[in-house]
């Protein structure tokens, strides 16, 4: 929901490593969807920055090649070398003003320059958060506030929040600065000092504004720290030890990004906004003999977090995380063997800061193969002679990365299973964003005036909600695809012959155009099918895979409130277009303080032809957060996901092959 | 669905052994809730015989002491021993009347012995389906069938399926003997000998209706074998071998059927109806220094499965499993390493034969500690020096039982988590039931006559429902509770003061009755909480526990039909009544050919009062299957499942204090 660094950027490694650039000189063995390198982001900054000497780095990601290309490059077969441009897209502030750069990396010049005029600001940079954030330390008006307060001022850490949309015609790039406190603790979001903002323009970078309308109590530090080194006892009883064992290593294999592991091939790239990206996912087919496609592109096109306190310090508190403040900006180096089991491998990815500097997130990304003790099918025959079970143990592979986006962390998961499902999980942690209130007891609080839970004395757990839109550019087995609403239908029997009065059978509704595809789930009588209407089994079913969500929640707000209009994916559970290289982001391109007119309900809105096209599923993962005590000071994991599951894609169960794993006696480990 | 046993019942080991009988002899060190041991089965034979020297038994269970007493004694204290009598309950049938026999084994002797008139039949007994399904194969009308069509009757095998109840005034005791073909495969389900039905009467142990109203090819067996063995190449590439490794050993200890580990304790029995019941379960708060109690009792009260075909041959097949089959009794012995992982400690259990001898299932529990690479709680801290990087692993406690009844297999699991949620999943894998068919292509087949999926030639998967009904009798902190309906609701903000139009809040509303407690979970913007409206957290807080549902499938049934009657919990995904220990079972106690005058439908008519008392959820987690090509010859897992999750149970989080394992370096493994 909202980001803040400090000035000591530890984890940002500037990359002058000859070493590295050596090995990263020659773009002949990359492949096409392979993120930028350290040297290549070296190179557009020199030529952007000789273009514009002032300006300032916003986004930095690879402008990929077309689909047609992509696809063609991929038929003729999948390891020869892409033939093609190398280009980078930037969106970079200069003289106040949002420039779009399409530079060639290869021909190593600027393509395109193009001021944006409409509605809307990039990405925030972490350096200008850092420096925003520091405006008021230095600002009498503040220093008088926390003085008045009796607080410390050598305690005090400020955070960026984006400010949202509410009508005004003409904007300025800023955004509010809210106020904590540490002494005593490191988990400053429990210690808020409520009634301060501060204003500040992000070009001038200045101080704009500054209000102090009330003094409330700050929340003590007592209990807020969450560190096992300032916990006292008495203690859990501490879990014996635990771990995983690969003696003959990974099953999986890691070429540069493509990820090949089991049945599965697919290629995994990170990008500073959306973070990863899973591409090229396709599986193999033991009968066909050959990989088929499942997956051309899927990942996080936004966050919506709004919250729920209407209140002059809150109301603008609606998020959208991913174009704010970047998912892959805000990833977070991944902790071995807690963040991920010891069998984990990492991989490290690469941003561009304020200047245009490479820096490096050291792990990234972690992927393991994860065995939690489930099946993956079985069956006992009691009936037959001889002790009859087959049981096949469900062996997974996760590609995991944390995002850190400010308070909140939210574990990402993309799973992929022998089966041919790809299961999505997203397991939200971290800390609440909280409210300091003179109140101690729930007795006190007027339900109208707290918004949230009294969590502890003097804090309330603010309500909010979070909604992940997932892109999902499905290819099953070719690009032309239609979606396939399965209705459930119960029918009423009228045939007198029959004792049953009543039986459901399956109403197959196909989306002619993006108004059919509009969804909300909420029955679980429909079924949601992205079929190739253009392929069917020997036995004449469609070949499809089935998107299974795992949440029911919607956005309760007025479709006519200014953030909803801004958040308008949350309007639906799915929603489906035809592919468009430009539709990226379900909530636009410049997302801070846009006026929502690039949102897919606007894109919708043209009610394109979508059957038998190349389409895009956008689905909606929905949380509601009404918080609990439980969630002070930290919060317990909450998960929720979908499962894209092979549906009449494969002729007959695809792991009905799949050997039982061989038994392996460990013997003479010692810890 | 539906169950067979064939006369080879190894796995029933009958316990003379003197060893057992003399380790069991003494009741001093039970604890009120153990399964009745094969030493008071014995017993409770003998006397049982006595008076009924040609009975039968159909279910034997604990007939538990009254919940005060088990309450008083734990309160004296929980290791102490518990002064009472010992009982068992058996529904046995004797003279063609279902008797209810109340034995109490202290005194050897019986209590009650009362013959029960109302509609329905107990449990079928795994001899008596084995006795019926062979019937067929001396039958000679049968055996001409099977001539004519070509069949080798020395492959034949039957399987024993219930009738349900479609309006009959009168029954008798029968079921419905369908047949399957072997000849090349043991995976006889996907080999329906269609058209034939055979009606045996139970009490009477004979033919007494056959039919045999069609010919229909029978499914091929190329392709329908399972094992291992039978696979020809390709094969997919084995995973590499992986295990989990516990060099000191788990973490939980198992004393007698009592549980502990972490902060969790609970008592785990067996029962031959419902299978596992996890009772008296608590969890220790560290700041209270003390257990609290969560749930009293739970366990699968019902599962109901309508299959979707009205044809003469499928429209009674509506099967309420654990009141006709027995999911205890349907249980299978687990198989170590494959639906147990390697650290899994396992344990049997006891039920009771046709002429009451007992029986063991070995290994129908495991039990084990679940690390799946998840993490428990985390946070990075970017705004503070120090890379500050707070993340707890999670480790939970997994018990497990598979029960396959006739074709499906289910794997329940309940898992307890050190955060205070217990989760439960019911994993859904083994074989369709389909239907034959003279079809070889979708195009062929007429929608309103095929009622399901094409999965392979000439084998349709019939579509059908999964409704499993949970009893949760939750006792949050004590046993007077209320349900909590807290609706997130949308305010329109009439404030001309806030830029924003809307917002949602929580409004709670306590169920005062049964009535207001039956709920449909379908928007997502409901949340079901159990209270303990008597206690409240230091900030005021009603201590809770909240029901997140995994599921929103409900049944499409018309509620006057015959088996939506019999299935009617199915209605509402919640029910909650005050608890009444002769209300067990949401299908009622006796549900072969129930009339469903004994659901939960019927006794929350009476609409009693529910607040601030000790009340009993009832949960039914739903599925609904059209089958898929994917599904055949085997289904690959489906999960769902349910989280009971504190919610303002404690203070603040429960795991803070969780210390991160210990780092274990491990060396000189081989393999």
Chains 1, 2 share one sequence.
């Not at 020199?46 to 300006?55: D, F, I, M, Q």
């Not at 990820?259 to 009968?287: C, K, Q, T």
């Not at 006190?444 to 309500?463: D, M």
């Not at 999902?472 to 239609?482: F, H, K, V």
């Amino acid at each position: 929901m909202h980001s803040m660094r400090s000035p000591n950027l530890s984890f940002i490694i500037l990359l002058f490593l000859s070493f590295h650039t050596s090995l990263l000189v020659s773009t002949h063995k990359l492949h096409p969807l392979d993120p930028l390198t350290p040297f290549e982001l070296n190179q557009l900054q020199t030529l952007v920055k000789k273009s514009h000497p002032n300006v300032t780095f916003h986004y930095v990601g690879l402008d990929e090649p077309d689909k047609h290309e992509i696809l063609s490059w991929m038929s003729r077969t999948r390891m020869s070398d892409f033939v093609g441009p190398r280009r980078a897209f930037v969106i970079a502030r200069a003289d106040s003003k949002s420039h779009e750069i399409v530079v060639d990396l290869s021909k190593k010049l600027i393509l395109s320059d193009k001021i944006y005029y409409g509605s809307g600001y990039p990405m925030l940079n972490i350096e200008e958060q850092t420096i925003a954030t520091e405006l008021p330390l230095q600002y009498a008006p503040f220093k008088a506030s926390i003085a008045k307060r009796g607080l410390k001022l050598s305690e005090i850490v400020c955070s960026a929040f984006t400010n949202g949309w509410y009508g005004a015609k003409h904007t300025k790039r800023v955004i509010t600065i809210l106020c904590y406190y540490l002494d005593g603790t490191i988990n400053f979001y429990m210690r808020p000092i409520e009634g301060i903002m501060v204003t500040v323009d992000l070009d001038e970078m200045r101080i704009v504004d500054y209000r102090d309308r009330q003094i409330v109590p700050v929340p003590k530090a007592d209990g807020t720290d969450y560190r096992e080194s300032e916990q006292n006892p008495p203690f859990d009883t501490r879990i014996k030890s635990m771990t995983i064992l690969q003696p003959d290593g990974p099953s999986f294999t890691i070429d540069g990004h493509r990820v090949r592991w089991a049945n599965w091939d697919f290629h995994l790239s990170f990008d500073m906004r959306v973070g990863p990206i899973i591409s090229l996912a396709s599986i193999y087919d033991h009968e066909l003999e050959k990989y088929r496609r499942v997956l051309y592109k899927g990942y996080i096109s936004e966050m919506f977090v709004p919250y729920q306190d209407i209140s002059e310090e809150w109301y603008y508190r609606t998020f959208l995380d991913a174009g704010e403040f970047g998912l892959g900006l805000s990833a977070m180096p991944l902790q071995p063997s807690t963040d991920c089991p010891k069998n984990a491998v990492f991989l490290d990815g690469y941003y561009t800061t304020r200047d245009g500097t490479p820096a490096k997130t050291s792990n990234v990304f972690c992927i393991f193969e994860r065995y939690a003790g489930d099946v993956m099918w079985r069956h006992s025959e009691p009936a037959l002679p001889g002790d009859v079970a087959e049981v096949r143990p469900d062996v997974t592979l996760v590609v995991r990365l944390v995002t850190t986006v400010g308070n909140y962390d939210y574990i990402i998961d993309w799973e992929f299973k022998q089966s041919g499902s790809i299961k999505v999980t997203a397991s939200l942690s971290g800390i609440l964003a909280v409210k300091a209130t003179p109140y101690t007891h729930k007795d006190q609080l007027k339900e109208e005036e707290s918004f949230g839970t009294l969590v502890a004395e003097n804090t309330i757990g603010t309500r909010h909600d979070h909604f992940l839109n997932f892109y999902l550019d499905l290819d099953i087995d070719g690009e032309a695809n239609s979606l396939t609403k399965s209705h459930l239908k119960t029918v009423r029997v009228s045939d007198d012959g029959s004792p049953r009065k009543s039986y459901w059978t399956v109403v197959e509704e196909v989306a002619k155009t993006e108004s059919d595809a509009k969804i909300r789930v909420n029955s679980g009588s429909t079924e949601i099918i992205v079929v190739n209407p253009n392929k069917k089994t020997k036995v004449g079913n469609s070949i499809g895979y089935r998107l299974i969500p795992g949440s029911v929640a919607g956005s309760l707000l007025w479709e006519d409130d200014y953030e909803q209009i801004r958040g308008a994916f949350s309007n639906y559970h799915v929603w489906v277009t035809p592919y468009n290289k430009s539709e990226k982001y379900a909530g636009g391109l410049y997302v801070d303080q846009s006026h929502g007119d690039d949102t897919i309900a606007k894109w919708t809105l043209r009610d394109r032809e979508i059957e038998n096209k190349d389409i895009v599923v956008w689905y909606t993962l929905g949380v509601h957060h009404a918080p609990i005590q439980e969630d002070f000071p930290i919060m317990p994991t909450l998960s929720s996901g979908f499962e894209l599951r092979p549906a009449n894609f494969f002729e007959y169960n695809p792991v009905l092959k799949v050997k039982t794993p061989k038994l392996v006696k460990w013997v003479n480990c010692s810890a």
